[in-house]
């Protein structure tokens, strides 16, 4: 069986979006091994789920800084995460200061929602519909 392990965001700024992942998006950090200027930096979920690491991968190159910026002009998130309770987690995210550009709407079989991580990208969140 094949898996995904680690998949990765390009970022602005590794330490400011780390503070972001977890502080605000309440991942856990996984692992943070400085490798010169920059560190192979990685969060997870909270709470013990070691399956998949996101990767918060400097974005400094010119074609990471292409990529980015074509898809925030597109509007098209970087990457999507699932939430239990998407209407709430957008109120917890705005109170804390967190822009969307996207509020939650249901959209076939899911409700979803579009923030912006303050690093250079769109994330969506999501949450399957239940009927």
Do not use: C
Request: no cysteine; hydrophobic share 40%; proline share 5%.
């Amino acid at each position: 069986m094949i898996k995904i392990a680690v998949t990765s965001v390009y970022v602005d700024d590794q330490e400011k979006a780390h503070r972001f992942y977890t502080d605000i998006l309440g991942f856990e950090t996984r692992q943070n091994i400085p490798l010169g200027a920059a560190s192979w930096l990685t969060v997870g979920a909270a709470g013990g789920h070691d399956d998949v690491e996101l990767l918060l991968e400097p974005g400094d190159s010119p074609i990471a800084q292409g990529y980015r910026q074509s898809l925030h002009a597109a509007g098209i998130p970087a990457i999507v995460l699932s939430v239990d309770d998407l209407r709430a987690e957008f109120e917890r995210l705005t109170s804390l200061g967190v822009k969307f550009t996207q509020e939650p709407v249901e959209d076939g079989p899911v409700i979803s929602a579009i923030l912006d991580d303050t690093v250079g990208n769109l994330i969506s969140l999501m949450q399957p519909v239940t009927r």
